[in-house]
Structures are given as C-alpha cells and as structure tokens.
C-alpha cells in the first residue's frame, strides 16, 4: 500500500541522513567555528567521541581552540585506514603521503625488507607492513620525540625503529637486502620553520 511504501521510504532516509547533532555538542562546534575550524562538527564529534570525561573534552576543545593541530588534540591521525599515534611535536601524517604509501606497497612482496626513513610516526611504513603480508619494516628518524612515538605504531606491525640521521642507525646486516625504501623526508628548511603558521 503507499502508506507503507511512504513509510518504508522515510525509514531507509533516516539510516541515509547523518547522525543528528547533539545538543552537548553544540557548544563544542560553536567554539570551533568562531577558532576558524573549517569542519566544526565533525571536529566536534571526534572530540566528544574520544574524550573520556567532561573535563577532558573541555580541556581538549581549549587545545584545538588555541591553534593545536586536530590530531596532537585527539592523539591519533587516521592514514590508510588505520589509527596512527600522533604526540605533540611529531608532523602530523598527511592524506596525500597515502599515494606514497600505496606505490611502495604496490612494489613490495610478500616477505620483503622495507625501510622509511625520516619515518615521522612511522604511519606510511605501517601503511605499507599492514598492506603486504611478512614484511620487515625498518624504520628511521633523527627525532627522538618521532622515534619514540614510531616505535609505538611500528610496534603494532612488528617493525623496528632505530634514532638517527637518515639511513646512519640501519644494522649493517641491512646492506644489500633493501627491497623497498620510502622516504618523507623534511621539506621545510630548518629556518623557515619558525616562519610558519602553527
């Protein structure tokens, strides 16, 4: 009957619209959207949904709203799918270095050796060690706040993290047995960095 199909059709609408905001976090979006947060409400909503109590989100919409980066708030970035832990001072792992990820993944096999240096977080050599079964990662950087928190995520995919510059930290039993190397490296020179927006 219509009246049923009319129903049916404002059923399967409702599951199709997005969750409805709610009244707790109205505040929470406007504070972000008067601090210029262009994604206010999903911003919001990742805050709310990862804050353990009031104080917390409190405490972490002050963060957000005083220009910290959205992922040093929260303490993860999402990159290819997975959950990367971000601490305050290590860059933040970007959606376009996803490219990076998928081509040296495209090109390593199964039990291959892969290195990421500059590593970061070590986010695109997890990309690349979740994406291709038995790979052994080996990872890199000269920042020991990046280490510390690579070898967290590098841990998960059973991969090591060495401090140090560039490929100088890599066990000499590494030579000669590189399948893929992936690199991120810097490219905002040492001097410029203080030049630019937090």
Same mark, same amino acid.
């Not at 997005?18 to 976090?25: F, K, L, R, Y």
């Not at 928190?149 to 995520?153: D, H, I, L, T, V």
């Given at each position: 009957?219509?009246?049923?199909r009319?129903s049916?059709?404002?059923?399967?609408?409702?599951?199709?619209t997005?969750?409805?905001?709610?009244?707790?976090?109205s505040?929470?979006?406007?504070?972000?959207?008067?601090?210029?947060?262009?994604?206010?409400?999903?911003?919001?909503?990742?805050?709310?949904?990862?804050?353990?109590?009031?104080?917390?989100?409190?405490?972490m919409?002050?963060?957000?709203?005083?220009?910290?980066?959205?992922?040093?708030?929260?303490?993860?970035?999402?990159?290819?799918?997975r959950?990367?832990s971000?601490d305050?001072?290590?860059?933040?792992?970007?959606?376009?270095?996803?490219?990076?990820a998928?081509?040296?993944?495209a090109?390593?096999?199964?039990?291959?050796?892969?290195?990421?240096?500059?590593?970061g977080?070590?986010?695109?050599?997890?990309a690349v060690? *979740? $994406? &291709?079964? +038995?790979?052994?990662l080996?990872?890199a950087d000269?920042? !020991?706040?990046?280490?510390r928190? =690579?070898? @967290?995520?590098v *841990? $998960? &995919?059973? +991969?090591?993290v060495?401090?140090?510059?560039?490929?100088? !930290?890599?066990?000499?039993?590494? =030579?000669? @047995?590189?399948?893929?190397? &992936?690199?991120?490296?810097?490219?905002?020179?040492?001097?410029?960095v203080g030049?630019m927006p937090?």
């Open positions: 009957p219509p009246a049923a009319r049916a059709l404002r059923s399967r609408k409702a599951t199709v997005a969750t409805p905001i709610s009244p707790g976090i505040d929470v979006i406007s504070r972000l959207r008067a601090a210029g947060c262009v994604f206010a409400e999903d911003e919001a909503r990742l805050l709310v949904d990862t804050a353990r109590t009031p104080a917390e989100l409190a405490d919409v002050d963060r957000r709203v005083a220009g910290l980066p959205l992922e040093h708030v929260l303490g993860w970035a999402e990159f290819a799918g959950r990367i971000v305050p001072g290590v860059f933040v792992p970007r959606r376009r270095t996803e490219l990076l998928r081509e040296a993944a090109l390593a096999r199964p039990g291959a050796v892969v290195v990421d240096l500059c590593c977080s070590g986010a695109v050599g997890v060690a *979740a $994406a &291709v079964p +038995g790979v052994e080996h990872a000269v920042d !020991p706040a990046a280490v928190c =690579a070898r @967290r995520n *841990a $998960a &995919v059973g +991969g090591q060495y401090e140090g510059d560039l490929d100088a !930290p890599l066990p000499a039993a590494l =030579a000669g @047995r590189v399948d893929v190397l &992936v690199a991120n490296a810097p490219y905002v020179p040492t001097d410029a030049l937090p």
